[in-house]
């Protein structure tokens, strides 16, 4: 395993404005015209997956409802739809932050997996519900891309957080 992924160095706590860019980040990710790809990942759902494992005191249910009804309006799709799947994430994510963060970065992507998958699927019958036309398989790539993302996202999104590697011989930490 490379060094730069698995780190045994203590993390420094995460700053909540670096969390809320992040999301941002994603949005704005999301808004972009190459969402509509079929192998585009759900920036968003990503994201939010990620500090929901990382994070599941400060990013929970209430922020991926949020979410979602944020990317409900800017799709134009029906509404509820990215709330739903957001929140069942968001949840996933949280129940099993423990059990992903046990693992290495690349047995947490497969973890991660089912959770983006979850998503796509969620949204999906959700679609199907009123009787829209349907998204063919391709619509299940994203995930798979988005779980392939899931170790350079981790290692971009923990930078902040990782203390210098010289230590101060007057400080404890």
């Known amino acids: 395993m490379l060094p730069i992924f698995h780190s045994s160095r203590i993390l420094l706590p ?3 404005w670096f969390i809320a860019v992040s999301v941002f980040a994603a949005l704005l990710l999301n808004f972009l015209p190459t ?3 079929p192998w585009m990942p759900d920036w968003v759902a ?10 599941p005191r400060r990013v929970g249910m209430g922020a991926g409802f949020l979410l979602g009804l944020v990317m409900d309006v800017a799709d134009a799709s029906l509404f509820g739809q990215h709330a739903l799947a957001y929140v069942l994430a968001a949840y996933a994510g949280a129940a099993l932050s423990r ?6 970065p690349l047995k947490q992507a ?27 398989f391709s619509y299940f790539l994203g995930p798979f891309v988005g779980a392939a993302l899931w170790m350079p996202l981790s290692f971009v999104l923990l930078l902040p957080q990782y203390q210098p590697e010289v230590h101060d011989e007057n400080r404890p930490i």
């Open 46 to 55: 990503l994201v939010l997956v990620f500090w929901s494992v990382r994070e």
């Open 110 to 136: 497969l973890h991660v997996l089912p959770l983006l998958l979850m998503v796509q699927g969620a949204q999906y019958l959700v679609r199907a519900m009123p009787g829209v036309v349907l998204p063919g």
């Open 99 to 104: 059990r992903i963060l046990w693992f290495p």
């Open 14 to 16: 995460v700053r909540p």
């Open 35 to 37: 969402s509509d790809w």
